[in-house]
């Protein structure tokens, strides 16, 4: 089944470590919501597939006025079964999670990031940490019954101690879902031009290890790699990604993805909305998905999840399986019920462990 992801550009301010494409240009918006409907018209009339999940990510979604949701939520298909909206935390009042209730959005994603107020201002993320939990009480109110919190670690000079402080904090707000990356320096970004050096690796290894500890004991299913939920919680759209189900991209730098070719649409809002206007293409670029390409995807995709890669059905696997002997040895790799997947162990070293299971 097809997911539709929407991607919103807008955003009060940029956080330090964010690579994704993003504008402060907010004049823009009602100009962006009618190209985006536009766009979603060309799909329309083709898409054979009911659609599962749509997901409105960014960006800061919740930046969009309200009539502005409904216009895109109006336009796009009935009967999603998950419908996610990213939001800021400091955009929850009352009266924004009473308008999101009268909206089919029925699951909400927030950046809490940190609980600790002084590495908020170092992300120059806009909320203060009292403000995730009122968040959260706020959607409650409303009727919002599947919420879901990024956090973050890896601070430079952050103890574990500061980060079992965080998590015990995200536990308190009894959420549905819980995300948790590694603060990263990826070039292009604020953070990466500030010359700062990579958290102690050790330090990380102990902090996920730590993560993994607490919210598995919590009773969150630790189901991907960054992400743990509760039972019959996880996050449907974004599980789409990890099994290879077609999805359609919507808006500025958003990718789509049909099996046989990806391709991602231009990272300017402005030229976006010019070629929507005029009948034109807004696709960038494309890359066709051959045997090596598909075979490459599903060991990338598939080791992300708890439940690994199905060999039964997978080309190349006697390759596979020899080029995984080694970490099947060391123990960073197992097969249960003839399914290939990560070890704790594995975990933390799945990009280096992936990356040598590659068809170059």
């Known amino acids: 089944m097809a997911g539709i992801y929407i991607h919103i550009p807008f955003c009060k301010s940029r956080c330090i470590y964010c690579g994704f494409y993003s504008t402060t240009h907010h004049e823009m918006r009602q100009r962006y919501v ?89 992300l120059h993320r806009r909320h203060t940490s009292k403000q995730v939990p009122e968040a959260v009480r706020l959607l409650r109110s409303a009727g919002i019954r599947n919420i879901s919190v990024d956090l973050m670690f890896g601070f ?18 009894d959420v549905e879902h819980i995300s948790a990356y590694c603060l990263m320096i990826e070039e292009g970004t604020a953070l990466y031009d500030m010359g700062l050096e990579a958290a102690n690796e050790e330090v990380e290894r102990q902090m996920y290890e730590l993560l993994i500890e607490k919210l598995t004991a919590a009773g969150y299913e630790h189901y991907e790699i960054s992400n743990f939920a509760r039972p019959r919680y996880r996050s449907q759209h974004n599980s789409s990604y990890w099994n290879g189900t077609a999805y359609i ?7 789509s993805y049909d099996g046989k070719e ?23 670029e494309r890359e066709i998905i051959d045997k090596d390409t598909r ?33 099947l040895e060391n123990g960073l ?8 997947h990560l070890t704790r162990k594995g975990l933390f070293v799945s990009d280096m462990v992936m990356s040598d299971l590659m068809r170059v």
């Open 34 to 122: 009618d190209a985006v409907c536009h766009e979603w018209q060309k799909y329309k009339e083709s898409l054979k597939e009911s659609v599962d999940t749509i997901y409105i990510g960014g960006g800061t979604p919740s930046q969009l006025e309200v009539p502005q949701l409904r216009q895109l939520l109006d336009v796009l298909p009935k009967g999603a079964k998950e419908i996610t909206i990213e939001c800021n935390p400091d955009d929850i009042t009352e009266e924004y999670a009473d308008a999101l209730s009268g909206l089919p959005v029925n699951r909400v994603s927030m950046g809490a990031q940190t609980f600790d107020d002084e590495r908020l201002r170092f």
């Open 156 to 173: 430079p000079n952050e103890t574990i101690g500061d980060w079992t402080k965080d998590i015990e904090a995200a536990l308190m707000l």
């Open 249 to 255: 991209g919507l808006g500025a730098a958003a990718h």
């Open 262 to 284: 990806r391709r991602w649409n231009i990272s300017d809002v402005k030229e976006y909305c010019q070629r929507i206007e005029k009948g034109l293409s807004v696709v960038e």
């Open 295 to 327: 075979f490459n995807d599903r060991v990338m995709t598939g080791l992300r999840t708890r439940e690994g890669i199905d060999l039964t059905t997978l080309p190349f696997r006697e390759q596979l399986l020899s080029d995984a002997k080694m970490h």
């Open 333 to 340: 790799l197992a097969i249960t019920d003839n399914r290939l």
